[in-house]
């Protein structure tokens, strides 16, 4: 069963903003409080494979990596007390279209984005982000 759903995708025109939110279940939750965890988020561009956007470690240092290209317009956040992970995206570009989705692992945050999605066990279903 799906533990982690993300919401907020949409279409914009480009120059234009989204927040992606990813909202955890009671059971990921109660996994979450047991346990420290990373959480990222990933897409998938129509054609292109997977790659990672950002990722945050949990508390308290809340480390954050980002794609380069992507680190001055998206910023990753949580909530811990709604277990809820955000997205931001600013001046949203049509390179940008592609699912988004988000993931979450018990384990240490990687260093880096690239290559890193099979570190993460949970992903969500995805939300679509259209730019045009």
């Known amino acids: 069963h799906v533990q982690l759903v993300e919401s907020g995708g949409d279409s914009v025109l480009a120059g234009g903003s989204l927040r992606l939110s990813c909202a955890s279940s009671e059971y990921m939750a109660s996994i979450f409080r047991a346990s420290s965890f990373c959480m990222g988020w990933f897409r998938r561009a129509p054609g292109k494979a997977r790659e990672g956007v950002a990722l945050?470690?949990?508390?308290?240092?809340?480390?954050?990596e980002y794609e380069h290209s992507l680190m001055d317009r998206f910023i990753i956040s949580r909530d811990d007390a709604k277990n809820i992970l955000y997205l931001e995206m600013n001046r949203l570009q049509p390179e940008d279209t592609a699912t988004y989705y988000c993931?979450?692992?018990?384990?240490?945050?990687?260093?880096?984005?690239?290559?890193?999605?099979?570190?993460?066990?949970?992903w969500g279903q995805g939300t679509q982000v259209t730019v045009s």
């Open positions: 993931a979450a692992t018990p384990f240490v945050c990687p260093t880096s984005v690239r290559g890193v999605a099979s570190d993460f066990g949970y």
């Open positions: 945050i470690s949990p508390n308290p240092f809340r480390r954050t």
